[in-house]
């Protein structure tokens, strides 16, 4: 869904450690799901993606996770470094419609 | 591969001035995607065109904006008589095909940051 205008949530991990950053998404119709990253000052940029016929789907570092009975939708970032601060964003494709975004969490990465 | 281009990065207009955003899709994309962005805010979607068509501009505002794609040159987010409330981050994505259809990602420009004094 649409953000409403509420401050992001807010996720401190230390370097090193495993982050997870969930998202709920509100479609049951919707087919694909992406991830972004966006970091101060710059546009969203893709970190990986996954469609509605797998429930996981592996990159480099991350992992994304995908439960369409509770329509959530899950980040997993391993080993999280402090250039992986940023504010992520989690986007559903809804069939015959546009992308919409989520409200994203802010990744705060304490060295 | 150049990716997605907007200009300007920094707009600032005077109430009851035009404002023009700019964005050059990547190379091969013929889809075009315009968002709006308030600070510590999601993403809006305004606007989705192709070459020459309009698609879905369901989140655009009914007066003041419009929105182009032609068939040469960059697409543009036009915004006429600006009031203060239109100070944001205006993003543009452009993709290969549409979401869903040909499971390609949108790919974003780094914005254009107006501010309506």
């Known amino acids: 869904g649409e953000s409403v205008g509420l401050h992001l949530p807010t996720l401190s991990v230390q370097e090193g450690d495993n982050s997870i950053i969930n998202c709920a998404y509100s479609n049951s119709a919707s087919d694909y799901f992406i991830w972004y990253k966006q970091e101060s000052g710059k546009g969203p940029q893709f970190i990986i993606d996954i469609r509605s016929n797998m429930d996981k789907r592996q990159g480099q570092r991350v992992t994304v996770l995908l439960n369409k009975t509770v329509k959530h939708l899950s980040l997993q970032i391993a080993a999280t470094q402090p250039g992986d601060s940023a504010v992520y964003f989690c986007?559903?494709?809804?069939?015959?419609?546009?992308?919409?975004f989520g409200a994203g969490t802010r990744l705060t990465v304490k060295p | 591969n150049a990716g997605v281009m907007q200009n300007p990065r920094h707009l600032v207009r005077r109430r009851g001035q035009e404002a023009r955003l700019r964005c050059s899709p990547m190379?091969?994309?013929?889809?075009v995607y315009w968002y709006r962005q308030l600070p510590e805010e999601g993403l809006k979607f305004m606007v989705y065109l192709q070459k020459e068509n309009i698609i879905d501009e369901s989140g655009m505002p009914k007066e003041r904006f419009s929105a182009e794609f032609p068939k040469e040159g960059p697409s543009i987010l036009r915004i006429q008589q600006v009031v203060r409330g239109d100070s944001a981050a205006y993003f543009c994505a452009s993709s290969t095909t549409v979401v869903g259809g040909g499971n390609q990602p949108q790919h974003f420009g780094d914005g254009t940051r107006l501010s309506i004094l």
């Open positions: 190379k091969g994309h013929s889809h």
């Open positions: 986007a559903e494709n809804i069939p015959n419609n546009d992308m919409r």
